[in-house]
């Protein structure tokens, strides 16, 4: 039997166990010989993604070995200033560690796809951080509300948008599951399986997920909605602090039955936390 099917046996056990005796259900589970790192939103501070790296792997060196898997939330664009040098340091990761890395897709990232292929697309992009991205690629933002400057500035990002940056974003998986977890950017939509979410949700859905209070049939690992510090309910654990705006990268740690967060801090290249918060719904 493989590790993970006598994971969920013994999952299965113990939950009968515990209904039978009354007593409070066990928490969730990484399966044995397993660490996963779960990276909230970067949005352009490849300072805060090298530190938070760094960190990453200092506690991998002096924990116990295991296989360790580095699963990203989302949203690595946008807002702050160094859009193109995280993409750049996300698309070498392969070749520099030895952890499985897994890319999820946010709406920010999204964005990008959905302007490339349709100018027109900018008019919705703007409001929520594209001419912080356009300008790490070089691109001069759209200067007029019209058609014809959003293609300009299309037609020239499409010129200096690398291939492989192209490719990165293109194949960004909506979700991710690891044993008790399913990672995924916004959310979940409360009512529907895990396996039916419609993509839309995955990467935007914000009210009727934070303000569900039930349990879901795994553990909701997310990112999309900032908080000064990690968020952790009975149901999920949001680990987006805001990076672009407070300085701060957060990734949870999951081994076994714990949960606990690495974190870094870098205040020096930020705006106002509040111009931050202000596009909180974006």
Known sequence: MEASDKLAARMVAVNCLKRLTGAKAPGP?????????????????????????????????????????????????????????????????????????????????????????????????????????????????????????????????????????????????????EDDYYFVHAGVRPGIALPDQLPQDLMWIRESFLAHRGRFEKMIVHGHTPAPTPVTLANRICVDTGAHATGRLTALVLEGESQSFLDVRNETIRREVIQGFQAVNS
């Open 29 to 177: 589970i990484i399966g044995p010989g397993k660490r996963v790192f779960a990276i909230g939103d970067i949005h352009g501070r490849r300072d805060l993604l090298d530190a938070l790296l760094e960190r990453i792997s200092l506690h991998i060196e002096t924990a116990p070995l295991a296989d360790n898997i580095v699963v990203f939330l989302g949203d690595y664009i946008d807002r702050g200033p160094a859009s193109r040098a995280v993409i750049e340091r996300l698309c070498g990761l392969k070749q520099e560690s030895d952890c499985q890395a897994v890319f999820l897709r946010g709406n920010h990232d999204q964005a990008v796809l959905e302007f490339l292929n349709n100018p027109s697309h900018y008019g919705a992009w703007r409001g929520y951080g594209a001419a912080e991205t356009l300008l790490s690629y070089g691109v001069m933002p759209p200067r007029f509300e019209n058609e014809v400057d959003f293609a300009r500035a299309r037609d020239d990002f499409a010129h200096k948008f690398p291939r492989h940056h192209f490719e990165f974003l293109s194949c960004l998986k909506y979700f991710h599951v």
